[in-house]
């Protein structure tokens, strides 16, 4: 087996709360695209409660993210999700 298929089957078994798109050793390994292909697959707008960064949320396919780039989208995502 190669590395990006040994790569993509590690990432497949990641339980999906733990993914972290925003590790720079992906980038930096070039790792990255079999964790955006598997969060576009099963959690394609996807929560990170915890990065270097501080929680987060990725949007990972087009029409999700031209969606969410409305600023009424926007707004009422947030009061969705701030008010359930």
């Known amino acids: 087996m ?5 790569t ?6 990641l339980p999906l709360d733990t993914i ?6 992906l980038y930096q ?3 990255w695209p ?3 292909a598997r969060l576009r697959r099963e959690a394609p707008v ?8 501080g929680p987060y949320w990725s949007v990972t396919k087009l029409k999700d993210i031209v969606h969410v780039d409305q600023p009424e989208q926007v707004n009422r995502a947030i009061r969705d999700f701030l008010h359930g």
């Open 46 to 53: 996807h929560y990170s409660a915890e990065s270097d960064y």
């Open 2 to 6: 190669n590395a990006a298929a040994e």
């Open 20 to 25: 972290n798109v925003a590790d720079p050793r």
């Open 8 to 13: 993509r089957r590690a990432v497949d078994a």
């Open 29 to 31: 390994e070039d790792t």
């Open 34 to 36: 079999p964790y955006f």
